[in-house]
């Protein structure tokens, strides 16, 4: 149960952020009288960033905000979603409502918080896109649309991610280049390209600072993913833990790009953080491992010999799985901003049982 002033405490500390620090004052050579200067400008200097999280209570939001409050600080970023933050979020730094379907909602945040890099996570992930397409369209593309909107008319830099959702089956699987047909059969795969093509156009036509990364499935420990095709890799680690055994939603040959958590959220740090002269494209894939329920299953079996992995394949996910790439790849990115990953499938897999097991203490 959520406590009355739990719910009361953000507004407090929006309250309090907006208040917050004031203009800086500098004589002006022309006058010599003391007057403010607006200094809220995107530049590539990254000193005291100002940053809003759209849907930030999913699965990668609040990780992103602790690696981004340690280097800017905490008030620095406002994480916002549309659902009741837990007690220890509110207690992590400021957070706020934002439903992204208003584009007046997100612009006064923005403003008030004088926001300078905007980084939308919100949307309906594959599965549950699947499940209900009219809200799929709503978040993933109408509101999309509100947040670069507001990104471009107040000159932020935006950041969306995409997937390897956004290809498909006519795009080559082994390895999927950064530019190759993409042609997506999910909602969530279509929203993707839409999003990435309007970053791109935005990027283009009114120079606004648009910056997209392919994420593969993330696989994290302290966070639970929120509805995509990806997610049995996650849930394999809990139930190998509580029980031993796992009945796995898609074939055991079933080869997916995926990432550890901490690999995805530095990559998009260090991408967000690179000057933009160095960019010869504004939408990368990152990659880092590939792997079926089999090889995972066998990794951990080197830790639980006993576990135990079958199968019952949903035929809607297996499609999905089916269509996205195998291997990913990513050189664009290695070589134009230094991208490399830490995690392979060995050390992601003893990572996820050491902090699963934490957890349990
Ligand atoms: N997690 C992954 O494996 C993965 C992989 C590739 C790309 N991505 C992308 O990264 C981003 C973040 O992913 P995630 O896994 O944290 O997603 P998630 O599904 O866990 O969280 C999405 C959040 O969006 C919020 N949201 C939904 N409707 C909203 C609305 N109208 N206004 C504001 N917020 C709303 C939800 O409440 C939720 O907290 C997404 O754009 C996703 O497509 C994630
Ligand atoms: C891959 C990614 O976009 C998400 N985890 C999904 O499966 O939908």
Redesign the pocket.
Known sequence: MKSLSNLFRPSIKILAETAGPKPRLSLCSSTSRLCAIPHRHVTDDNRDKRIVI????????QGLAKKLRRKYGKDNVLL????IPEDQTVDDGPFAY????SYDAIKELVVNHRAEWLI??????SA?GEMNVPLAV??NIN?MHNVLDVANDLGLRLF??????AFGLDSPHDPTPDVCVQRPKTI?GVS?VHAELMGEYYNHRFNLDFRCL?????ISAD??????T?DYAVEIFHKAIASGEFVCNVGPDTRMPMMQIDD?LNATVKFMETDSEKLSQRVYNINAMSFTPEEVAREIRKHIPQFKITYNVDPMLQGIADSWPDIFEDVNARKEWGWSHEYNLEKMVVYMLEAIRKQMW
């Open positions: 759209t849907g930030g209570l999913g699965q990668l939001g916002t979603d549309i659902r934002a439903d992204i379907l939308h996570f919100s949307a309906l992930l549950v709503k978040v509101g969306i991610p995409s997937t390897i959702g969530y993707k392919r994420y593969p499935g993330v966070s639970k993913p929120g509805g995509g990806t995805c």
